[in-house]
Every structure is written in C-alpha cells, then in structure tokens.
C-alpha cells in the first residue's frame, strides 16, 4: 500500500486565519473612527478658542462700551445658543459710514458678526458672557454656565458646542452641553 501525505491548509484553518483578520481589520477601523473624532474635537477646541480670543480684542478694542456699567455694557448682554435659537438678526452695520457710528453701533455690529460666525463654525454652539470668578467647578471637574456676578471679576466668555464622547455618547448632561471653552478678559478700571 501507498500511503499519501496530504499537504497544504484544512478548510478550518483557513477559516480561522480568516476570523483572526477580520478582527483585526475591525479593531483597526475602530481605532482610526476613534482618531477621526479626537481630531474633529480638537479642531472644535481650536476655532473656539479662537473665536473667544477675537471676542475678547473687539471687546478691549471698545473701550467706551467696556468702561459702562455692567448693565449698560452690550458685550455682557450676549447669552446665545445657537442649537434653540434663531440666527442673530442684523444690527445697523456702520463699517461703510463711520462717520455715524456710536461705539454701541460698533458693538452692536461686531457682536452680530461674532454670533453668525459661532453658528457657523460651532455645531449647536452656545456662548455666554458674564462676570464670574469661579468658571470651574471643582466638584464635576468642568466648566459650568452659572456666573458668579461677582462685580470685581473679569468678563468671562464661555464657549460650548455639541460634540460627542470617545465612546460614541453625545457630551450633553441632562440635555445641556457644557462649555468646553472659558477666558477671562481683564477687567478695566472704572
């Protein structure tokens, strides 16, 4: 009798080198889904970051307005979200003739084009501006939307937009998405 060696895979080791790689083609695809949503949060990050900086040098740039009462001065008015309410309507833009233009019209325009390019670049951005010495809360470690009002503090603009978790889940507690952004503008003296 002859005897025959067979040689080459078994039917079930090809299947199982198949199982092996799909799981890992599945891991890697998890993983770069991961990365892609790290890297969109970091951009959300850098235009608020961005878009709170600029706020803060029209307001240093408006000395008249940031040297009014607090209940007179337009920029700690601005309390907008843009996910519940409509777009900003348009004030009176004075850039062609300023010759007519009060510094409330400044502010006025300058706010309006601020909050228009929020709704755009931030999804279901939402902005504040008050008075807080305590933005950080340190028993939920994160920032918060109440203000202290504290008069002796500087203006704060807060900044936060939808965005979701590593694991999927959307940042929103209880329905409201926290700020992810806070800077202090110095206060000025009065």
Do not use: H
């Not at 939920?140 to 590593?166: E, R, V």
């Not at 209880?174 to 700020?179: E, F, K, L, R």
């Amino acid at each position: 009798m002859i005897s025959y060696r067979s040689s080459g895979f078994s039917l079930i080791e090809v299947l199982i080198a198949i199982f092996v790689l799909g799981l890992g083609i599945i891991g890697a695809a998890g993983l770069q889904l991961a990365a892609i949503r790290t890297s969109q949060q970091s951009s959300f990050q850098t235009v608020a970051v961005q878009l709170a900086n600029e706020l803060a040098d029209k307001m240093r740039s408006n000395d008249t307005q940031m040297k009014l009462p607090d209940a007179a001065n337009l920029f700690l008015k601005i309390k907008y979200n843009s996910a519940t309410e409509p777009a900003p309507t348009a004030p009176a833009l004075c850039y062609t003739n300023t010759a007519n233009c009060t510094t409330t019209d400044m502010a006025n325009a300058d706010i309006y084009e601020w909050l228009v390019r929020v709704k755009k670049a931030l999804p279901g951005g939402r902005v504040q501006v008050c008075r807080d010495s305590k933005p950080y809360d340190n028993l939920s470690k994160s920032l918060t939307w109440t203000c202290t009002d504290d008069p002796n503090a500087g203006l704060t603009i807060k900044l936060g937009w939808k965005s979701k978790n590593p694991d999927g889940t959307f940042n929103d507690i209880a329905g409201v998405i926290p700020p992810s952004v806070a800077i202090t503008v110095e206060s000025y003296v009065k």
